[in-house]
C-alpha cells in the first residue's frame, strides 16, 4: 500500500543496528516529512563517511586524512600504547579524559569458532609498531568477556619477551555498585585485581 522509493528507505533502515521495522518506518517519515535540504545534506554525509572515512595507516581508528588526530597530537604520551578491540572502545576510553597516550585498534578479537584469528585481526601491525622502541607500557583494554580475555592473554604471551610492561585494565564492581547484587565472576575478579590504599 505505501509507495516503493519509501518501501525501499524503511528496508535500508531497518539494515541498521538497533533498527527494528517499526523504528525504520518513523525514521522514514522523520524524513519524508522533513524539509529537502535535511534528505540532502543526510544523503550527502553518508556518502561523504563510505567516500572519505578510512583507517588510520598507525593505529587503524578512524580518520580523514593519512593519520589520525590521536597520532598526531604531539601533547599524547607515545610511550603508553592502550589496545582497544574497536573504535567504539576508543571513544569509550577517550570520554574518560584519563588516558593520554596513544592507541592501537585491533578490529575485533579472538574467536576461533567464528573464524578469527590472529592473522584477521591487526597484531602484525601492532608488532611493527612496538619496534621502534618508543613504547614502554601496553595497556591491554580488550572486553572482559571469553574472546576479550583470549586476545588479552595472547597478546601477553606474544609481548612479554619484548621487555615491555604490559598491562590490564582493572576488572570488578562498577562505581555505585552492590556487592549484594554482584555476580561470583565479577567479585572473583574485584577481589583479586585490588589493590593498596
Known amino acids: ?103 592501537h585498534v585491533l578490529h575485533g578479537v579472538l574467536s576461533p569458532l567464528e573464524g578469527v584469528g590472529p592473522e584477521q585481526l591487526r597484531i602484525r601491525e601492532l608488532l611493527e609498531r612496538l619496534n621502534d622502541g618508543r613504547v614502554e607500557e601496553l595497556i591491554l583494554a580488550t572486553n572482559p568477556d571469553v574472546e576479550g580475555e583470549a586476545t588479552a592473554l595472547y597478546l601477553t604471551r606474544l609481548l612479554k619477551p619484548m621487555g615491555l610492561r604490559v598491562t590490564r585494565i582493572a576488572q570488578g564492581l562498577p562505581m555505585g555498585g552492590d556487592l549484594e547484587f554482584a555476580d561470583q565472576a565479577t567479585l572473583a575478579k574485584a577481589l583479586s585485581a585490588r589493590r593498596d590504599l
Open 1 to 103: 500500500m505505501t509507495p516503493d522509493p519509501l518501501n525501499r528507505l524503511v528496508a535500508q533502515l531497518a539494515k541498521l543496528p538497533g533498527i527494528g521495522e517499526k523504528t525504520a518506518q518513523r525514521l522514514a517519515f522523520y524524513i519524508l516529512r522533513a524539509p529537502g535540504e535535511y534528505a540532502a545534506e543526510l544523503s550527502q554525509a553518508v556518502r561523504e563517511v563510505k567516500e572519505k572515512v578510512h583507517l588510520c595507516v598507525r593505529c587503524f581508528s578512524l580518520t580523514d586524512a593519512e593519520t589520525c588526530n590521536f597520532c598526531r597530537d604531539s601533547r599524547r604520551d607515545e610511550r603508553v600504547l592502550c589496545v582497544v578491540e574497536t573504535f567504539a572502545d576508543l571513544m569509550a576510553l577517550e570520554r574518560t579524559r584519563e588516558f593520554k597516550g596513544r592507541y
